[in-house]
């Protein structure tokens, strides 16, 4: 929000900011402050004119009132005692250096917010925003108004971002936590691999020596085989043999013979003669 737009806001209507003594021109003032400059608040005082001496200076530059200086638009004019007991403060809209017109509440008193016209007279000086900050940081304002955190209620909102960051840590550890997790996933994941790679090479290994085995028995059947008609043959060749033996134990000697008593015969008549 802009000064135009604050003022097409407000005018002719009342702004009791801190919800105390109705609508002073202090409530203006610190609306202002909250709703166009998005600053923090200056630390409470009893009168206006006291916001001279309590300022933020790291928001703002204070500039006196001198003959030549004029404010710019959006300057937070502050009159003291001269202006009455508390002084008194408003927002600079435009003017020169004789006179210049101002967004006023309680001026004259018990007014509305409403354009006020004014001379110098009484003016301590002006404050003047160090940089529009506004610009820079309303889409974080208008972020925070969005998720229900009031910028302006520091306090609260202190709380309520504290325990946005307090779950963000504990989000970060926890995804510390996955991302370990998933490391060691990732290497379970590589070992099972490994072992899957190992069985199917033992699978293979194991289903040539099976065929290696198959191969053996079978070659083991036929040699069996192949055995047991080798031992047929020698069982009838050995039955053959002892029957052979068999019948050379039953030839009569050679002394009974009739051929051998014909030689002998044969013999003694020659040895006679």
Same mark, same amino acid.
């Given at each position: 929000m802009d000064l135009d737009q604050f003022i097409e806001k407000y005018t002719d209507k009342g702004i009791d900011f801190d919800g105390h003594f109705g609508n002073q021109c202090m409530d203006l003032y610190r609306q202002y402050v909250a709703e166009v400059l998005n600053y923090p608040q200056s630390k409470p005082v009893p009168s206006a004119k006291d916001v001279w001496d309590t300022y933020l200076p790291k928001y703002f530059d204070r500039v006196e009132n001198k003959p030549t200086n004029i404010p710019l638009k959006g300057d937070i004019v502050i009159w003291g005692k001269e202006f009455g007991k508390h002084g008194h403060i408003s927002v600079f809209v435009e003017g020169g250096v004789r006179t210049f017109k101002s967004f006023d509440q309680n001026s004259p008193l018990k007014s509305l917010s409403h354009v006020q016209k004014h001379n110098y007279k009484g003016v301590l000086g002006w404050l003047r925003p160090r940089k529009d900050m506004s610009t820079d940081i309303k889409w974080l304002i208008d972020y925070m108004r969005e998720k229900g955190i009031d910028? #302006? %209620? +520091?306090? /609260? /909102? @202190? =709380? !309520? #971002? !504290?325990? $946005?960051?307090?779950? %963000? +840590?504990?989000?970060? +550890?926890? !995804?510390? @936590? $996955?991302?370990s997790l998933e490391n060691e996933l990732a290497g379970a994941k590589g070992e099972a691999a490994e072992c899957e790679t190992r069985l199917s090479t033992f699978e293979k290994n194991r289903g040539e020596s099976q065929e290696e085995v198959d191969k053996l028995n079978k070659q083991l059947h036929q040699n069996g085989g192949e055995l047991v008609r080798l031992n047929n043959i020698i069982v009838k060749q050995e039955t053959e $043999? +002892? =029957? #052979? @033996?068999q019948k050379r134990n039953d030839t009569p000697p050679v002394s009974d013979n009739k051929f051998a008593r014909l030689i002998r015969w044969l013999l003694r008549r020659k040895v006679g003669d």
């Amino acid at each position: 929000m802009d000064l135009d737009q604050f003022i097409e806001k407000y005018t002719d209507k009342g702004i009791d900011f801190d919800g105390h003594f109705g609508n002073q021109c202090m409530d203006l003032y610190r609306q202002y402050v909250a709703e166009v400059l998005n600053y923090p608040q200056s630390k409470p005082v009893p009168s206006a004119k006291d916001v001279w001496d309590t300022y933020l200076p790291k928001y703002f530059d204070r500039v006196e009132n001198k003959p030549t200086n004029i404010p710019l638009k959006g300057d937070i004019v502050i009159w003291g005692k001269e202006f009455g007991k508390h002084g008194h403060i408003s927002v600079f809209v435009e003017g020169g250096v004789r006179t210049f017109k101002s967004f006023d509440q309680n001026s004259p008193l018990k007014s509305l917010s409403h354009v006020q016209k004014h001379n110098y007279k009484g003016v301590l000086g002006w404050l003047r925003p160090r940089k529009d900050m506004s610009t820079d940081i309303k889409w974080l304002i208008d972020y925070m108004r969005e998720k229900g955190i009031d910028p #302006l %209620n +520091e306090g /609260a /909102a @202190r =709380g !309520q #971002l !504290q325990v $946005i960051f307090d779950g %963000n +840590e504990k989000y970060k +550890e926890k !995804q510390k @936590r $996955i991302d370990s997790l998933e490391n060691e996933l990732a290497g379970a994941k590589g070992e099972a691999a490994e072992c899957e790679t190992r069985l199917s090479t033992f699978e293979k290994n194991r289903g040539e020596s099976q065929e290696e085995v198959d191969k053996l028995n079978k070659q083991l059947h036929q040699n069996g085989g192949e055995l047991v008609r080798l031992n047929n043959i020698i069982v009838k060749q050995e039955t053959e $043999i +002892e =029957g #052979l @033996r068999q019948k050379r134990n039953d030839t009569p000697p050679v002394s009974d013979n009739k051929f051998a008593r014909l030689i002998r015969w044969l013999l003694r008549r020659k040895v006679g003669d």
